[in-house]
């Protein structure tokens, strides 16, 4: 990944195209934001998921990875504080590593 690729995806949601005219976040839902990685800095929407859904955390498909098409995990960190309340980014995973 370039400086280029790193710029286009800061503040762009996981999943979003990256050629839509507003990749950003949406001011109703709720994101966890990825840190370290190939995804570093992506919002991924967890709008509904449940708590115990993002304590196990999560294996994300990406050309990014070690292993392009492979998957990034990312996980909570324990301890690490997740407010219970309304829209925007409300915790945050960190990479764990990747598998082909």
Do not use: K
């Amino acid at each position: 990944m370039n400086a280029d690729d790193e710029q286009l995806m800061r503040g762009r949601v996981y999943g979003r195209d990256h050629d839509d005219p507003d990749p950003g976040p949406l001011p109703h839902a709720r994101y966890a934001v990825l840190v370290g990685g190939p995804l570093d800095g992506l919002l991924l929407d967890i709008t509904g998921w449940r708590p115990e859904e993002i304590d196990d955390g999560i294996a994300l498909p990406t050309e990014l990875s070690r292993w392009p098409g492979g998957r990034a995990f990312y996980d909570p960190r324990p301890g690490e504080p997740r407010p219970a309340g309304g829209p925007g980014v409300v915790c945050r995973l960190h990479y764990s590593g990747d598998t082909p």
